[in-house]
């Protein structure tokens, strides 16, 4: 089992930026690759990235490519998003996953476990 608990959300404006946490504990955070995916009520869950078990490997869904980043820091058993540049369309709940498949992955069923999720709010 591995709990996920994020943070980080909040208010912001338009062009702010934030940085949000998933801090993992109970197995080897390494041992699994990470993602963040993103819910609003009026639209299905949404890939926005992920990166591979060591932080090899990053992918982005083309909304987010250049504004946002996400790392990992295997020693603190943590990874973020950071979130530049953001838009009104950027608010959503916000997840973080972790899968098996280590090179990462932008399929949501491809995870195994996820956190209660953060809210992220960009006002225009």
């Known amino acids: 089992q591995v709990q996920l608990v994020e943070s980080g959300g909040g208010l912001v404006q338009a062009g702010g930026s934030l940085r949000l946490s998933c801090a993992a504990s109970?197995?080897?955070?390494?041992?699994?690759?990470m993602g963040w995916f993103r819910q609003t009520p009026a639209k299905e869950r949404e890939f926005v990235a992920t990166?591979?078990?060591?932080?090899?490997?990053?992918d982005y869904a083309d909304s987010v490519k250049g504004r946002f980043a996400i790392s990992r820091d295997n020693a603190k058993n943590t990874v973020y998003l950071q979130m530049n540049s953001l838009k009104p369309e950027d608010t959503a709940v916000y997840y973080c996953?972790?899968?098996?498949?280590?090179?990462?992955?932008?399929?949501?069923?491809?995870?195994?476990?996820w956190g209660q999720g953060t809210q992220v709010t960009v006002s225009s």
């Open positions: 990166i591979s078990w060591k932080g090899g490997r990053t």
């Open positions: 109970g197995r080897a955070f390494s041992n699994y690759s």
């Open positions: 996953a972790a899968s098996t498949m280590l090179g990462g992955t932008p399929s949501g069923p491809d995870y195994d476990y």
